[in-house]
């Protein structure tokens, strides 16, 4: 085996699994497809922790949830050129359900006390962490991601929608880490256009953070990577990442900026459309 085999062999496993991916250097990886169909073909006991942000399918049913993203993200209409994406029609039953499936297969993916970190807005943060245990993880706590005052009030009389949160839970007990921890439990940190390549786009920073409950060198499942921020925060890092992603237009975005990352540099988004 070479030194970049050696250096990146849990990747090369996964390869082994599921084939040739969209896009692959220096340890991150997309495949193109669907979440659960290729979840179903990863190996066993491999990953140190699953790092996602999956469709919320927010919002009461009839309103919110079956609406184009591009009209429920961006309440201007005016997507800035940013591609929609699908996945976002369930009602609350059915997204407990479904999550429950791919977090299920994760967990089997997943080595002993692997942590589980996903993505969540107020509405579903309950059923997100309903879904969690389902699939088999412990769960253990709730991270707070601060989006700061730019963030929504519907009107004058609301708080602000301005935390998502981030459930977290381990594969069995909670390591007992000696080269890193404990994590921050809550981050404040804004979302800036420049850093943001897709509708619900999590910042750079803040995946930064999260990644580092991954040993470095270790290796984190996104299964629904989007403009893979999980992916350019692990190569960074120094981390491995693999990544799932339905939409083609998402992958190639995605594989731009992992290869502007891993030759040092963040790529600006850049608007296509008028302001
Ligand atoms: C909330 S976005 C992730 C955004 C990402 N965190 C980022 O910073 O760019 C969820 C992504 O999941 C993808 N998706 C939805 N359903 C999917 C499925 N069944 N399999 C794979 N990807 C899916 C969507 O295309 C979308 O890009």
């Known amino acids: ?25 220096q340890g ?25 942000d999956p469709p919320y399918c927010s919002g009461a049913a009839g309103t ?21 994406f699908g996945g976002d029609f369930r009602d609350q039953r059915s997204f ?5 499936l791919w977090i299920g ?17 107020w509405r579903q943060l309950a059923t997100m962490i309903d879904a969690l245990q389902a699939g088999g993880f412990c769960f253990k706590g709730l991270i707070s991601w601060d989006k700061g005052r730019g963030s929504r009030a519907p009107h004058k009389g609301f708080f602000r929608h301005q935390c998502e949160y981030i459930p977290w839970g381990t594969k069995g007990a909670v390591p007992r880490l000696m080269d890193r921890g404990p994590f921050d439990g809550c981050y404040q940190i804004p979302v800036l256009q420049k850093d943001k390549h897709h509708m619900t786009g999590k910042p750079t920073p803040l995946m930064q953070k999260l ?6 060198g270790g ?39 992992i290869e502007a990352a891993q030759r040092g540099e963040l790529l600006k988004f850049e608007r296509t459309t008028a302001a």
Request: charged share 20%; net charge neutral; hydrophobic share 35%.
């Open 1 to 25: 085996m070479n030194m970049s085999l050696k250096k990146y062999r849990q990747t090369e496993q996964v390869k082994l699994s599921l084939g040739k991916p969209f896009f692959e250097s």
């Open 28 to 52: 991150i990886a997309i495949y193109q497809g669907d979440s659960l169909e290729l979840g179903s073909q990863l190996p066993h006991s491999l990953f140190d922790a699953l790092i996602t």
């Open 64 to 84: 919110s949830v079956g609406a184009d993203p591009a009209k429920k993200y961006c309440h201007s209409g005016n997507t800035l050129g940013r591609p929609s």
């Open 96 to 100: 407990k359900y479904w999550c429950s």
């Open 105 to 121: 297969q994760a967990l089997r993916a997943c080595r002993d006390t692997a942590y589980s970190l996903v993505f969540t807005d």
């Open 211 to 216: 990644v580092q409950c991954v040993p470095a």
């Open 219 to 257: 290796i984190s499942l996104d299964p629904f990577c989007g403009s893979g921020t999980t992916l350019v925060a692990s190569a960074l890092e120094g981390r491995q990442a693999i990544g799932f992603e339905a939409s083609e237009e998402y992958c190639e975005i995605a594989a731009r900026r």
